[in-house]
């Protein structure tokens, strides 16, 4: 016999027009429930993204179809990724035999569900639905049985979970309902290509012909009312993110990770600065609240949250959506709370992770922002003596502007006021300049340019502060300040090239300046050095070390350097033992966020928590490329009791020690 099967076997097609007309009113259901809640979204500012639209499509499709963020990470994210693949799958495949039933059957008289098409068929679609099940009932085991620390469960979880359990299982029971009284007996052969439905047709062996149809057709409509239900629920329940977070692929920001508007101060009409209320915010932030899944991924790669301190990136989302649901002229920042938005040192792994492209931080950033320029806020009475000094004296220490060079004293670098060609602009920042520790490492820097034959200049006394941490804590109007006077020396210089070893000033000078004005490539040193390295103007005497590298935020994750510092390290001579967050997912040292200029008064040190992961590798040397990081791990070795079992060193100190001939 052929293998084809009948389409509305025991049904009739005197159910096309009724199951149509059904069908289109829960679509119907679906758009108005979506369709109510525009005017929410709409009390946030405009924002254009639908820019660039062939990339963001791009995006959509490969992140919803690929589940690209969903099952980066093991737990859970591979189960849910089978399980929308298997489910997309069989619903593919039953608008697949609608199509074949009611247009290529009557209007083109053509049967694709035949012969060995339709084997394949058969066998994809059963194999899909039996991995829809069994991935959601891993899902329903994490969710309800073992519990993962600091996953919501609400009401909607268990309906939801009901619900696609009752869709596919009594998807199954239809099944085998129609194989028992037709493929069974009449083409068991066919039966072998279907194997969940033959295991379920052997439930009905027993039945009489009658019991059987009667058994089909309850089930028939009962499925069908329960998928009919699914498309009604959605925009009602958290199943919503099927559409929302799918489109948040779309709406997600195209520009670098860690763009930040720059607000024109200038503009005299501009009343508020920063977000006292979620109408400060954007249609997108409020967005983010529907798209949100509450997966709690953000808030697992949060190094506030895993330290004790009051910062859920997930809650700051949710809040969010609640304010704008509930009251849109209430106080944002007395809803999230200061020390939650405090606590944050923008490291971006929540962002960075989140399936949904929620963006947390620069909502953080324009409450801060509220806090600081309106409200005269800060996290401490320390942190508002340093901006007062980066305000009066270019740094966060207070230390005279003279002062600034001294690290250079006898070292072979040109001043840039003194006129000379220079190749590269070292641009030092407060750390290196000032610092006795991080001294070392500018010292360390120019060692390496001498024996590589390049030829370094240095603002001196002229440079500032990058304004980089004053940003992050909201002060964007000593940022451009500073900024503004940076850049204008700079031009004034000519420079072709500016490097910097720290990764704080290097995504600023790199990034933020470009809205100011400033358009000069600016490297960090890690990715210059290798560059040296790889044209052999740079050779090391390689001398064996054990040794763990920390990917610092603002170089790996906001940059993606991440194997050129490995690569400096192996040239050196070093075996490397990675931590257990590395890479893209490394964890904060804490300083971020202009955290540096905080003391850590909640919870425990990040840093002890940062020091822990690098001792769990028993290696005795601790390797960043971060002034932030060396301070931080430095402080954390000694709170952290692992003075005598790790070290902490710079890259540059590491390069320097191998110079060869």
């Known amino acids: 016999m052929e293998a084809t099967r009948e389409i509305y076997w025991n049904i009739g097609h005197g159910v096309v027009l009724p199951m149509y007309v059904l069908s289109l009113a829960a679509v119907a259901m679906l758009v108005w429930g979506f369709w109510k809640q525009v005017p929410l979204y709409r009390v946030g500012r405009p924002l254009d993204r639908c820019d660039r639209y062939d990339e963001r499509v791009k995006r959509m499709v490969g992140e919803v179809l690929g589940q690209v963020k969903v099952s980066r990470v093991t737990e859970g994210g591979l189960f849910h990724s089978l ?26 008289h053509v049967n694709l569900l035949s012969g060995e098409f339709y084997k394949a068929f058969s066998l994809v679609l059963d194999l899909a639905g039996l991995v829809a099940i069994l991935m959601l009932a891993g899902l329903f085991v994490r969710r309800f049985i073992t519990k993962p620390e600091g996953l919501e469960i609400v009401k909607d979880d268990y309906i939801i979970h009901q619900l696609l ?10 099944e085998g309902a129609r194989m028992a009284a037709t493929e069974l007996t009449q083409n068991p052969g066919l039966a072998r290509f279907s194997p969940v439905g033959y295991v379920v047709a052997q439930l009905f062996v027993s039945f009489d012909e009658a019991s059987i149809k009667t058994t089909h057709k309850v089930l028939w409509w009962l499925h069908f009312a329960l998928v009919l239900g699914f498309f009604c629920a959605i925009p009602y329940s958290k199943l919503r993110h099927i559409l929302t977070t799918s489109l948040n692929a779309f709406f997600a920001p195209l520009e670098p990770m860690g763009t930040i508007g720059t607000i024109n101060l200038e503009d005299e009409s501009i009343e508020q600065f920063g977000a006292a209320k979620v109408t400060d915010l954007t249609w997108k932030d409020i967005f983010d609240a529907d798209a949100c899944t509450s997966c709690k991924r953000c808030q697992e790669r949060c190094p506030a949250y895993a330290t004790g301190k009051p910062l859920s990136p997930m809650k700051v989302i949710q809040q969010v959506g609640e304010v704008a649901e509930n009251d849109a002229a209430a106080s944002l920042c007395d809803t999230v709370g200061q020390d939650v938005l405090w606590s944050c040192t923008t490291c971006r792994a929540c962002q960075d992770i989140c399936p949904a492209n929620n963006e947390h931080v620069n909502k953080i950033l324009e409450m801060r922002r509220n806090l600081t320029l309106m409200e005269g ?13 980066i305000e009066v004296n270019g740094n966060p220490f207070g230390l005279a502007f003279a002062a600034r060079g001294e690290w250079s004293d006898n070292l072979p670098v040109t001043l840039m006021e003194s006129g000379e060609e220079v190749d590269i602009l070292y641009f030092v920042g407060c750390y290196a300049s000032f610092d006795k520790r991080n001294r070392e490492i500018a010292k360390s820097f120019i060692t390496i340019c001498q024996a590589a034959g390049i030829k370094v200049g240095i603002l001196g006394k002229e440079e500032k502060c990058c304004g980089e941490p004053a940003r ?5 109007y000593l940022y451009q300040m500073t900024a503004q006077e940076n850049i204008e020396l700079i031009k004034g210089y000519g420079v072709k090239k500016i490097v910097t070893t720290c990764p704080h000033c290097f995504n600023t000078l790199g990034r933020d300046y470009k809205d100011l004005g400033l358009d000069i490539p600016v490297e960090h040193y890690s990715t210059y050095l290798h560059g040296l390295l790889k044209s052999n103007r740079l050779n090391l005497t390689p001398a064996p070390f054990v040794a763990t590298y920390h990917d610092s935020c603002y170089v790996g994750r906001y940059m993606d350097i991440i194997e050129e510092p490995r690569s400096i390290l192996k040239q050196a001579g070093g075996q490397l033992r990675e931590m257990e967050k590395s890479g893209g997912d490394s964890f904060c040292c804490g300083a971020g966020g202009g955290r540096i200029l905080a003391e850590e008064k909640l919870g425990t040190k990040i840093s002890e928590k940062r020091v822990a992961m690098a001792q769990e590798t028993e290696a005795p040397l601790l390797v960043s490329n971060c002034p932030f990081c060396l301070t931080m791990f430095e402080d954390g070795i000694k709170t952290g009791g692992a003075e005598g079992s790790l070290v902490a060193k710079d890259l540059a100190e590491i390069v320097v020690e191998r110079l060869g001939a």
């Open 472 to 476: 992050k804590l909201g002060n964007e």
């Open 165 to 174: 359990f009752a869709i596919l299982i009594t998807g199954f029971i239809i």
């Open 377 to 389: 806020a800060f996290p401490g009475d320390e942190v508002r003596t340093a901006i007062g000094n």
């Open 83 to 108: 399980f929308f693949w298997g489910f997309l799958t069989l619903f593919v495949g039953t608008l697949l035999v609608m199509v074949q039933a009611d247009f290529f059957t009557p209007l083109m």
